[in-house]
Nanobody, 122 residues
Framework: QVQLVESGGRLVQAGDSLRLSCGSS????????MGWFRQAPGQERVFIAFISGSGGATRYADSVKGRFTISKDNAKSTLYLQMNSLKPEDTAVYYC???????????????WGQGTRVTVSS
């Protein structure tokens, strides 16, 4: 089993930057594809970004492309999401996920963290 725990979410102002982390209690993430998703109140959980096990392939949702950067440290079994130029519409609970292959669909990920809340005020 892979256990994931997100951290770093907090209240920030529009235009601020924030880095989220996702740590694993198990083995390094080199063998897993990793993704970030987010869910606002009353809305579906949507894709934000993914990164391949090797780190060689990444993809971003149009809503965050150019502002967010996904990265990983396999030695530390940690996934990151660097968020810049935050907007109020970025307010959501952010989740990390692990799967066998990269995908924009949440159904393709086998393991999920419990989420960390990000609130962006105007």
């Amino acid at each position: 089993q892979v256990q994931l725990v997100e951290s770093g979410g907090r209240l920030v102002q529009a235009g601020d930057s924030l880095r989220l982390s996702c740590g694993s209690s198990g083995r390094p993430f080199s063998s897993y594809a990793m993704g970030w998703f987010r869910q606002a109140p009353g809305q579906e959980r949507v894709f934000i970004a993914f990164i391949s096990g090797s780190g060689g392939a990444t993809r971003y949702a149009d809503s965050v492309k150019g502002r967010f950067t996904i990265s990983k440290d396999n030695a530390k079994s940690t996934l990151y999401l660097q968020m810049n130029s935050l907007k109020p519409e970025d307010t959501a609970v952010y989740y990390c996920a692990a799967g066998l292959f990269t995908s924009i669909s949440r159904t393709d990920y086998n393991y999920w963290g419990q989420g960390t809340r990000v609130t962006v005020s105007s």
